[in-house]
C-alpha cells in the first residue's frame, strides 16, 4: 500500500475518534504539533524512526510526553501508530486529517495572489466573495506579487482565476495587434 493511502487511512480512523469526542481542531492541532515537533526536532525524529528502540519504549515516550495534554484515545491512537510501525507517517497523516476536517466542515483553501499587501477588510472581502462562488467557507491564503499590477488572481486545486491587470493589458495588446 502507498503511504498516501496508509495515512489516509489512519486520518479517517482518527477524524472519527475526534467527532465522538467533538473536537476536531483539538485533535487536529494536537496532531499537528507532533509533526511539527518530528520536523523540528531531529532527536525526536531519529529517535522514532530507528529500528533499535522497541515500540514499546517509543510508545511510553509518547505517552508520558502526551499524558497530561492529550486525550487518552488521541494518546492510543498515537500509540496504535508506533505498534504498526507507521510513527514516520505521522506528518502526512495530519495533513491528510487536516484536509478531511476541511471537508467534514465544508471548508477550502484558496491561494490568491495580490499586488500589494491586504488589510484585514479586504482579506475578508475576497474570503467571502470566494465563499460565494465555491459556495463553501474559503480561506485565503494571500502572497503579494507587484507583477500583476492590480487585481487578484486566484487557485484553488487545479482552477485558476485571473483577474489581474496584467492579464487584462495582455488580453488588450493581443486585441490591439490582431486588429
Known sequence: MRSTTIARNYAEALLELAKRAKDLRGWGAQLLGIAEAMEREETLRVFLETPKV??????????????DRAPSKFVRFVESVVSHRRQMLIPEIAQEYMHLVDQAEDRMHANVIVAREADEKTRKLIADR?????NKTV????T?????????VVRVG??????????????????????
Not at 54 to 67: F, H, P
Not at 139 to 142: A, E, K, S
Not at 144 to 152: E, F, N, P, T
Request: cysteine-free; charged content about 30%.
Open 158 to 179: 487545479d482552477t485558476i482565476m485571473d483577474g489581474s491587470v496584467r492579464r487584462r493589458l495582455g488580453v488588450l495588446k493581443h486585441k490591439m495587434l490582431s486588429t
Open 144 to 152: 503579494v506579487d507587484s507583477r500583476i499590477l492590480g487585481g487578484v
Open 139 to 142: 480561506v485565503p491564503h494571500l
Open 130 to 134: 470566494l465563499g460565494k462562488v465555491f
Open 54 to 67: 522497541s515500540a514499546a519504549m517509543k510508545k511510553e515516550v509518547l505517552r508520558k510526553a502526551l499524558q
